[in-house]
């Protein structure tokens, strides 16, 4: 359907910042660009209003909505929580060779990412590899429908990625995950998880200061 491609192709550049936060959305500028009639994009921009990623004003337009910290921390508490819970029966049903090679395999992609400052590429990395988990208990679609549920906090850590120092230091956490894995320690497993998850709420200040226009 061509809402279908309107939705998914304006989500992916809200969710990557190539359209930032605050943007406006008129119907002037959508229609060439997609060549599509006014319909497509209404039904379009309602969806993405609903993912709280697009914020319609009938008297002011429309616009890219601003990156609210409530609905941060609350995305950031699910995952962590959901992630938790998912490494825990993750390894009572045994972490396997394939998951860590897997795991491994995605931090030397990232690096390569990080050496080229790809962002939205490293993050798409980053989810991946965290469904790892997910998958190693079944659970995968839970995993997709908190992602999917998640526009705040996905658009927080893109922000957090335009500093080399929090960038690193995700790959870094990243290889003491795997060393937790290979020595098969849930509870060193989840005590980085833990850190590497909440960690963005003690730094969203310093991004907020960074770009104030990006936050409600």
């Known amino acids: 359907m061509l809402t279908d491609v ?8 809200i969710l990557s910042l190539t359209l930032k936060p605050g943007t406006p959305l008129s119907f002037s500028n959508l229609k060439p660009r997609y060549g599509v009639s006014i ?19 009938p008297q002011s337009g429309t616009s890219v909505s601003l990156i609210d910290l409530a609905g941060v921390r609350d995305e950031r508490f699910r995952r962590l929580y959901l992630e ?3 490494i825990e029966k993750a390894f009572n049903q045994g972490i396997t060779a394939q998951l860590i090679e897997r ?12 050496d080229c ?13 965290h469904r790892l988990l997910f998958e190693a208990c079944g659970h995968e679609k839970v995993f997709d429908a908190m992602i999917s549920a998640s526009g705040n906090y996905h658009r927080i850590r893109m922000v957090s990625y335009l500093f080399d ?4 230091h995700a790959i870094s956490q990243h290889e003491d995950i795997l060393l937790a894995l290979r020595s098969g320690s849930p509870e060193n497993v989840l005590a980085i998880e833990r850190n590497h998850i909440s960690k963005i709420e003690t730094e969203a200040s310093g991004y907020q200061k960074a770009y104030p226009q990006y936050f409600k």
Not at 6 to 13: A, E, F, P, Q
Not at 39 to 57: Q, Y
Not at 103 to 114: G, L, P, T, Y
Not at 165 to 168: G, Q, T
């Open 6 to 13: 309107v939705y998914n192709d304006l989500r992916s550049k």
């Open 39 to 57: 319909s497509p994009i209404r039904d379009a921009l309602k969806r993405l209003e609903t993912e709280g990623l697009v914020e319609i004003k």
């Open 84 to 86: 938790l819970g998912a």
């Open 103 to 114: 795991w491994e395999d995605s931090i030397r992609k990232q690096k390569e990412m990080f």
């Open 117 to 129: 400052r790809d962002t939205a590429a490293f993050l798409e990395l980053d989810n991946s590899m």
């Open 165 to 168: 120092d929090i960038f690193s």
